[in-house]
């Protein structure tokens, strides 16, 4: 198990036999029986009889480590398996339900060890999720220097893998999660994961400036900056660049750079525009259509045309054909 900074007990702050007795009492009942509903600073997405979907934005003082809140519900008649894409986002899933598989095709093809809560650090290619008939948790979307301070650990050793959070945190996972599954609303819930962040974070230090202000030009340019031209600004060689990048980040700067391009290109095709890729390539840094249309298929495994026809309600991710 690796610790990261203020692990312990006291940062879920809970009576922790009144909540076991609690969970003893409900072993045998389906957790979506009890989610709780309503939230003044929940956002519903979704709301449906089988799917509900819940945003919700972190305190401002933590905007630099947690970006969203995904609180969700789902009930299938079935197994269902969902292409989940890159992004420059890392996600720790704190699950209420079934553990579920994940399989990284573009790597070792092989599905993980079966998860109920864990981090997934930055990939380069489509991950596809395995569920089972039902699924609830909590989403939390981290930037990549804000979960190198929370968790304390070298942020390539979580690139292309799922951990399981009980291996970071130690007990201190089952501890929150239980507390969450116990909150009466999705608004409870989210303070709960903003005061978990905060306390963790208290006992930081700063990232690499460097590292930090690569990140911040990275982004505010849409990945559309030269690696040579970005170390050359910072004032070092690309393989210092490079390996900040995989320490705090995840990912050489250059996939990142891809990744976001695609992000860009992703949020075009949200808003309706998947008929004009000459133009959306363009806009996003490719050379052409043919250099977007190769990115796009590394990243997600399917072309554009293949993604919008697929895409799931209330996300981003896509159904895999069977």
Known sequence: MVSGPGDGLQLIGV????????????????????????ASRAQVVVDQRDLEIVLGEP?????????????YFER????SHTRELPSADVTL???????????????????TARHTSFIAGLHDSYAVVQAGEWQSGIEVNLTPLGTYLLLGVPMESLSNRVVDLEDILGSTAGLLA?????APSWDARFDLVDAFVAARLAETSAPS???????????????????????????????????????????PPKT???????????????????????????????????????????????????????????????????
Not at 15 to 38: K, N
């Open 15 to 38: 009576d922790l036999a009144g909540r076991r007795e609690a969970c003893d009492r409900s072993r045998h009942v389906p957790l979506s029986y009890a989610r709780p509903v309503g």
């Open 93 to 111: 899933i704190i699950g209420f339900g079934p553990p579920v598989g994940i399989t990284y095709p573009r790597h070792n093809g092989a599905m």
């Open 256 to 322: 990142v750079a891809r990744i976001l391009r695609f992000r860009g290109v992703l949020e075009s095709l949200e808003h309706g525009n998947g008929t004009r890729l000459a133009e959306i390539a363009q806009e996003c840094g490719y050379y052409d259509q043919a250099h977007l249309n190769r990115d796009f298929r590394e990243f997600a495994g399917i072309t554009p045309t293949e993604f919008l026809e697929r895409r799931l309600p209330g996300g981003e991710g896509s159904a895999v054909a069977t």
């Open 209 to 251: 400036p460097s590292a930090a202000w690569a990140w911040k030009r990275l982004g505010d340019n849409r990945g559309r900056l030269d690696i040579g031209t970005l170390a050359g600004e910072l004032g070092c060689s690309r393989k210092h660049l490079i390996a900040q990048f995989r320490e705090q980040v995840g990912l």
């Open 59 to 71: 305190d401002p003082a933590l905007r630099g480590c947690v970006r969203r809140y995904f609180g």
């Open 76 to 79: 299938a008649s079935g197994f």
């Open 178 to 182: 239980e507390q969450l599954h116990e």
